[in-house]
Nanobody
Framework: QVQLAESGGGLVQAGGSLRLSCAPS?????MGWYRQAPGKQRELVAW????????????QYVDSVKGRFTLSRDNAKNTMYLQMNNLKPEDTAVYYC?????????WGQGTQVTVSS
């Protein structure tokens, strides 16, 4: 069973930046970042197929974060990142990493991101 640990959240003003980190206990081919805002369902915001063939390693984003969020991975550290720029109050949520599709047994504690206006 893979274990996931997210970090890097915090309180930031609108327009600010944060970088989230996710360190899975083992390498996963397709991973993504999810978020859950208060009173809303969890949504997948960015994901990537990290196969060795770079042609198929396509990063995808939901429209609401395109141009502002960047997903990357440091293979040597087996750590996935989410660089979030130009943050907006509507980005406030708990952010999680997980397989895509999600493994419901693997959810971690998440990391809280709060964007003040």
């Amino acid at each position: 069973q893979v274990q996931l640990a997210e970090s890097g959240g915090g309180l930031v003003q609108a327009g600010g930046s944060l970088r989230l980190s996710c360190a899975p206990s083992r390498s996963i081919n397709t991973m993504g970042w999810y978020r859950q805002a208060p009173g809303k369902q969890r949504e997948l915001v960015a994901w990537r197929n990290f196969t060795s063939d770079s042609i198929t390693s396509i990063i995808q984003y939901v429209d609401s974060v395109k141009g502002r969020f960047t997903l990357s991975r440091d293979n040597a550290k087996n750590t996935m990142y989410l660089q979030m720029n130009n943050l907006k109050p509507e980005d406030t949520a708990v952010y999680y990493c997980n397989n895509v599709p999600a493994d419901n047994r693997a959810w971690g504690q998440g990391t809280q991101v709060t964007v003040s206006s």
